[in-house]
T-cell receptor
Framework: GQQVMQIPQYQHVQEGEDFTTYCNSSTTLSNIQWYKQRPGGHPVFLIQLVKSGEVKKQKRLTFQFGEAKKNSSLHITATQTTDVGTYFCAGVPEKTSYDKVIFGPGTSLSVIP | DAGVIQSPRHEVTEMGQEVTLRCKPISGHDYLFWYRQTMMRGLELLIYFNNNVPIDDSGMPEDRFSAKMPNASFSTLKIQPSEPRDSAVYFC??????????????FGPGTRLTVL
């Protein structure tokens, strides 16, 4: 079946270090979304990427959608303690009902002050 | 807008009891999703509705789980009878899927269910 995987599962970084999480799909995606879930909270939408090779930035966060539209990455520059949480990617497979979003297992980020 | 509203926020019950979780989606959203989140299995899609009609319930674990959406502003997820392995956080989410690129899902605060 269609799967969305993420690596790493966990990441511990020193405050100020960079962080990257990678998302890979078994099928081509029509778009990909990223969500952040703080400990004890609920997933919150961060951004959506639609075009092949698209790159979007939100302050210290850089999101990229692969040329083949099967992978994506989220890069955080100079992490802060407020970045702590689990980052999920969620893909919408091509040629399927576009409302069927498949979530990855998430990458849990810990930031050591 | 108040966002997606879920109740109760916490539920503790005993094995064998019936549990009903409630959700009010964002007004105007056509899609409603129920998820379950555990440490072991992550975020799992249980069922989703479009215009109050169940579209895909393949994620519902077994017949003990049922979901309804009697109108555009209310949905329930029922577990009967509940078992300890049902303990999890249950999220409801809604989205406005009326145009391509508008698939963003807005999650409610979740219901933390503990079955003893």
């Amino acid at each position: 079946g269609q799967q969305v995987m993420q690596i790493p599962q966990y990441q511990h970084v020193q405050e100020g270090e960079d962080f990257t999480t990678y998302c890979n799909s078994s099928t081509t995606l029509s778009n990909i979304q990223w969500y952040k879930q703080r400990p004890g909270g609920h997933p919150v939408f961060l951004i959506q990427l639609v075009k092949s090779g698209e790159v979007k930035k939100q302050k210290r966060l850089t999101f990229q959608f692969g040329e083949a539209k099967k992978n994506s990455s989220l890069h955080i520059t100079a992490t802060q303690t407020t970045d702590v949480g689990t980052y999920f990617c969620a893909g919408v497979p091509e040629k399927t009902s576009y409302d069927k979003v498949i979530f990855g297992p998430g990458t849990s980020l810990s930031v050591i002050p | 807008d108040a966002g997606v509203i879920q109740s109760p926020r916490h539920e503790v019950t005993e094995m064998g009891q019936e549990v009903t979780l409630r959700c009010k989606p964002i007004s105007g959203h056509d899609y409603l999703f129920w998820y379950r989140q555990t440490m072991m299995r992550g975020l799992e899609l249980l069922i989703y509705f479009n215009n109050n009609v169940p579209i895909d319930d393949s994620g519902m674990p077994e017949d003990r789980f049922s979901a309804k959406m009697p109108n555009a502003s209310f949905s329930t997820l029922k577990i009967q009878p509940s078992e300890p392995r049902d303990s999890a956080v249950y999220f409801c989410a809604s989205s406005d899927g009326t145009a391509f690129g508008s698939d963003t899902q807005y999650f409610g605060p979740g219901t933390r269910l503990t079955v003893l």
